[in-house]
Each structure stands twice: as structure tokens, then as C-alpha cells.
Nanobody, 120 residues
């Protein structure tokens, strides 16, 4: 069984910073990619940033230059440093991992989500 546990969300003022982290645990054989998605009320879930073995790093245009994704392979953990936050960044942020276990081929796994609220 695989778990993704997120932390670091919260309430911050416009221009502030937050650092999200997500740790994957369980019978993990290998992780192909990890990333962050977000979903604002009434909107579809969208990619924020991802980092992977073959894809490098990708960012949504709206966060380019403000957010930085990084990964600690030894800890199966991905981080998202968010700077210069704007009210439009307010959303539930979900961690995602594409990984294989000792019993299954690469599949998508999701965390439970962490709320990020940016006040104006």
C-alpha cells in the first residue's frame, strides 16, 4: 500500500511564501515522477509543477518564476517552494506520484490535499 502525505499548507498574505512537502511511503519500487496539482473552487484540477526521471521539471505558466519544485529521491519526497503568492493561487494542492510497487506497474497516486489560502 502506498501513501502520499502532504504538509505545509496554510494562510498567507499576498506576496508571502509557503513551502509544501509530500512524502511517499509504502512498498515502493521506483518513482518515475512526482508533482503538484491544484484545484480551486468551481475549477478543474490543474498541473502546477512536476519533476521526473525523464521529463525534468515542468511548470504551469502561471507559476513560472515564482514556484520551485524539488525532490529528495532518498526520502521519496517532493517539495514546492511557493514565493510571491497571489490570491489566485488559492486552492487545494494535491501531491501526485507516478510510481511502481513490487506488485504493480507504474500508476498514479494522490495525496489527500492541503489547503493554500492567499489573502489580499
Amino acid at each position: 500500500q502506498v501513501q502520499l502525505v502532504e504538509s505545509g499548507g496554510g494562510l498567507v498574505q499576498t506576496g508571502g511564501s509557503l513551502n509544501l512537502s509530500c512524502a511517499a511511503s509504502g512498498s515502493i519500487r521506483s518513482i518515475n515522477a512526482m508533482g503538484w496539482y491544484r484545484q480551486a473552487p468551481g475549477k478543474q484540477r490543474e498541473l502546477v509543477a512536476r519533476i521526473g526521471n525523464f521529463i525534468g521539471t515542468n511548470y504551469a505558466e502561471s507559476v513560472q518564476g515564482r514556484f520551485t519544485i524539488s525532490r529528495n529521491n532518498a526520502k521519496n519526497t517532493v517539495y514546492l517552494q511557493m514565493n510571491s503568492l497571489k490570491p489566485e493561487d488559492t486552492a487545494v494542492y494535491y501531491c501526485n506520484a507516478v510510481l511502481s510497487t513490487y506488485r504493480s506497474a507504474p500508476s498514479n497516486y494522490w495525496g489527500q490535499g492541503t489547503q493554500v489560502t492567499v489573502s489580499s
